[in-house]
């Protein structure tokens, strides 16, 4: 199983800081099967970001993915109010398909 | 426009058995794979189970192998799980998930998901 580990925990920043949220896998992801969600309170998560690097469709471009390998990142450049949530990384390499356990980025 | 609609949630006892459905619109359902993806209550979420296209595939975290099953009705557009002898620790909001592929690979559309309380 590719344990996912993410960190940090919890982010404070204000909007209009950038926000790094790392994601680091246990084992090689080749073809870079790593994918980005958003979860708000009360919602069900939102994909962001696929393939490490592309964004899904009609999400901002303030949001970006990079990465290779082992390691990992989501890049807000700018948040926005809206920017507050949780965020998980997930790899679909393999089965069983595991997210990480979460990054918080609360206003600070 | 899609949308995924879970049901069949509620209070079970421990032991007992529920069977949870996913009904699918706005989209070609035999086209796509599917996915189980759960959140305890305050927890993160977890992956569950995922069914290719045809049901010719179906994979299970090791947390309900064995006591789950995923099936799908193509005909009825809709996904199913099983879930057979239920434990405190299988409490959570389950939420069905429209794979991007027809086999396998990453949630590109979440329904809203349905409550499952295992407790005495």
């Known amino acids: 199983e590719v344990v996912l580990t993410q960190s940090p925990g919890t982010l404070s920043l204000s909007p209009g800081d950038r926000a790094t949220l790392s994601c680091r896998a246990s084992q090689r992801l080749s073809g870079n099967y790593l994918a980005w969600y958003q979860q708000k309170p009360g919602q069900a998560p939102r994909l962001l970001i696929y393939g490490a690097s592309s964004r899904a469709t009609g999400i901002p471009d303030r949001f970006s993915g990079s990465g290779s390998g082992t390691d990992f990142t989501l890049t807000i450049s700018r948040l926005e109010p809206d920017d507050f949530a949780v965020y998980y990384c997930?790899?679909?390499?393999?089965?069983?398909?595991?997210f990480g356990q979460g990054t918080k980025v609360e206003i600070k | 426009e899609e949308q995924l609609v879970e049901s069949g949630g509620g209070l079970v006892q421990p032991g007992r058995t529920l069977r949870l459905s996913c009904k699918a619109s706005g989209f070609i359902f035999e086209d796509y794979a599917m996915d189980w993806v759960r959140q305890a209550p305050g927890k993160g979420v977890e992956w569950v189970s995922g069914?290719?296209?045809?049901?010719?595939?179906?994979d299970y975290a090791d947390s309900v192998k064995g006591r789950f099953t995923i099936s799908r009705d193509n005909a009825k557009n809709s996904l199913y799980l099983q879930m057979n002898s239920l434990r405190p620790e299988d409490t959570a909001l389950y939420y069905c998930?429209?794979?991007?592929?027809?086999?396998?690979?990453?949630?590109?559309?979440w329904g809203q998901g349905t409550l499952v309380t295992v407790s005495s």
């Open positions: 998930g429209k794979v991007v592929g027809a086999t396998w690979g990453y949630i590109e559309y």
């Open positions: 069914i290719s296209w045809n049901s010719g595939t179906t």
């Open positions: 997930q790899q679909y390499l393999n089965s069983p398909r595991t």
